[in-house]
């Protein structure tokens, strides 16, 4: 498991493009039977994905989260982006296709994962926060989801949005989890931009095919700076960064939050004339 620490605003606007995919970007979570997770002390949210092929893997606490089992003062979010696979929760086992999520509450010890074919291996992207009380775990199927229409064709940003952990879907102590499904043709998200002091998010961009990135603006709204994103690779953004993008072709997006609340409609919006 890889750390990182804060970033102050006034420090981040003097970062070089290195040091800004160095901080922020996370790349290479998808490695054949492997658990590959970076820990930020940004809200010490955890991010990263698992891809069983030969093997199953079950998760393993380390000395970067002090506890003797992974969820033990944690909670989890898990969606599916690959094949077919499973989820054992201290023997339960839950079915996952792809677009299928699961939400794991605190206190949860033996978590395995498995793909039912290696030729087509599952790969479970997953966010996790601190908690403070166990709820009970809940698959939620992309029909399960919340959604939520956004955008239109004229701005070239219609878009669904489906909340998986949130509220009217299941209780959790303070991590929210979606995903986001641009229309054909679209390629914007979230413009006019946002930000939210009371929560911290992270962005995993996938479905972005071979040869088109994203440009994930990040920064203060009057210091923006951008990341170029490539397939199955995430965005660390900090409560005082926007978080927008535009592609150069369609893609899908997995959002995640934790902080203070779990009001998703608490936004500070920018103005676009204040954007620089």
Known sequence: METRHSVHPENAKFYTTDEMREKFLVQDMFQKDEARFVYSHIDRIIVGGIKPVSNELKLE????IGAD????RREMGVINIGGAGSVSIDGEKFDLDNRDGIYIGMGNKEIIFKSKDKEN?????INSAPAHKKYKNKKINIKDAKPQAAG???????RTIYKYLHPDVVDTCQLLMGMTLLEPQN??????CHTHARRMEVY???DIEEDNVVWHLTGEPNETRHLVV????????PSYSIHSGVGTGNYTFIWGMV???QTFSDMDHVDMEDLR
């Open 61 to 64: 606490a380390g000395k970067e």
């Open 204 to 206: 995993f961009y996938f």
């Open 121 to 125: 291996p599952a790969k479970f992207y």
């Open 152 to 158: 239109s064709e004229e701005n070239s940003n219609k």
């Open 187 to 192: 390629v914007w998200n979230t413009m006019p």
């Open 259 to 261: 902080g203070e609340n």
């Open 230 to 237: 490539r397939n199955e690779e995430a965005v660390i953004s």
């Open 69 to 72: 089992y992974f969820l033990e």
